[in-house]
């Protein structure tokens, strides 16, 4: 309970509503709000809807990760320092292969719905087919594919980058090291 006995502010259960309630609108067809464009509105793009609804999740949960649970390992770090790390391997490597999974599983989300919007979207107007309304502008698309590509999909991208440090902190703390470091804390 917060103040005056009022429910503390959980901002999980208040994504989780709302996913579930968008979850819900999206299954009903109401889409007014939604902010979908037209072509993901459509019927058969069930799974593209999905994947933002779980692309949403995973980004809650790494902000959950990262933000909370990480911040303890960098404590630790920050008090005992590279043998501090070593010496709590098995529960950062542990932890580390969590997070490398959750970042994977938005990759997936992510990637499966840039294709989804690239058949219904890019695809279709280069077909000259019809695209259902309301559509991005060309300033949207262009955008949304920077953004993608800086996240996602490109070398130097976000996921990319995390994974990476990801790779380098498990090498730096991984148990073998920890005679080279007695050995040079003796020196």
Do not use: W
């Not at 300033?139 to 999909?153: G, K, N, T």
């Amino acid at each position: 309970s917060g103040a005056g006995g009022a429910p503390a502010c959980q901002p999980e259960a208040a994504l989780q509503a709302a996913l579930a309630k968008a979850a819900a609108d999206f299954d009903r067809g109401a889409f007014k709000t939604s902010g979908l464009a037209g072509a993901l509105r459509q019927p058969e793009q069930a799974g593209a809807r999905q994947n933002y609804l779980d692309a949403a999740l995973c980004i809650a949960d790494l902000t959950y990760l990262l933000g909370g649970v990480f911040m303890q390992f960098h404590r630790i770090g920050d008090g005992l320092g590279d043998y501090g790390m070593i010496r709590m391997a098995n529960c950062l490597h542990l932890f580390l292969k969590v997070l490398e999974t959750k970042v994977q599983q938005l990759r997936a989300n992510l990637e499966q719905l840039s294709a989804a919007v690239d058949e219904a979207l890019v695809l279709a107007r280069a077909r000259r087919a019809r695209v259902p309304k309301p559509e991005p502008t060309e300033r949207m698309r262009q955008r949304a594919h920077e953004a993608f590509e800086r996240a996602v999909s490109s070398r130097e991208s976000h996921s990319h980058m995390l994974l990476q440090t990801l790779e380098q902190l498990r090498a730096r703390s991984a148990p073998e090291r920890l005679p080279a470091l007695q050995d040079s804390l003796s020196d």
